[in-house]
């Protein structure tokens, strides 16, 4: 079956300008979350949906937000976009048999 | 923040040899995972193990998990070139669905 898909791959904002990122996990996965990584602070926990309800929210500041929708595809939106927003950020969905993640390739995030 | 810690946090070794890093953590958990991560990809799901288990392996791995210690170590044996890649323990701490990934190891190869 198909993999987690993110879109887009890659994508350069300039500050202060606001970006959706897209992610449809594995069918059948109902669970969804999102992750930024940066060579600094490495993997942070953003949110987690489950059944289009928020489940967990990492600390991250009120820009950044997330949504699922009634087929489990979510989307996370970040505005007034920071320098240092500029991460891979990963979505993964989750075997609701295992709690083993699926990642996707990530969206690749450039803010200038 | 991190939940995890791994150890080293960069690790090169000649092909052939075995690989060890280390995960530690910070609160009781349900499980701990490890995945890997080519660069600038997703990560990849490489084995999970239980609260209430102490040892597992898959293939060429090998995970040892300390709920005392609060400690994990992964073992790749006879490494090979396409093992290259950092590898990040996760833990889902009791009562919480949130998996938390720890620093990660950056594994080096050498041909």
């Known amino acids: 079956k198909a993999g987690v898909t993110q879109t887009p791959r890659y994508l350069i904002k300039t500050r202060g300008q606001q970006v959706t990122l897209s992610c449809s996990p594995i069918s059948g996965h109902r669970s969804v979350s999102w992750y930024q990584q940066t060579p600094g602070q490495g993997l942070q926990f953003l949110f987690e949906y489950f059944s289009e309800t928020q489940r967990n929210k990492g600390n991250f500041p009120g820009r950044f937000s997330g949504r699922q929708f009634s087929n489990s595809r979510s989307e996370m939106n970040v505005s007034t976009l920071e320098l240092g927003d500029s991460a891979l950020y990963l979505c993964?969905?989750?075997?609701?048999?295992?709690?083993?993640?699926?990642f996707g390739e990530g969206s690749r995030l450039t803010v200038l | 923040s991190q939940q995890g810690e791994e150890d080293p946090q960069a690790l090169s070794i000649q092909e052939g040899e075995n690989a060890t890093m280390n995960c530690s953590y910070k609160?009781?958990?349900?499980?701990l995972q490890w995945y890997r991560q080519n660069s600038g990809r997703g990560l990849v799901h490489l084995i999970l193990?239980?609260?209430?288990?102490r040892e597992k392996h898959s293939g060429r791995l090998r995970v040892t998990l300390d709920t005392s210690k609060k400690s994990s170590s992964l073992l790749i044996t006879a490494s090979r070139a396409a093992d290259t890649a950092s590898y990040f323990c996760a833990t889902d701490a009791s009562g919480n669905e949130k998996l938390t990934f720890g620093t990660g190891t950056r594994l080096t190869i050498i041909p």
């Open positions: 193990i239980r609260s209430n288990e």
């Open positions: 993964a969905s989750t075997d609701g048999n295992t709690g083993e993640l699926f």
């Open positions: 609160t009781s958990i349900n499980n």
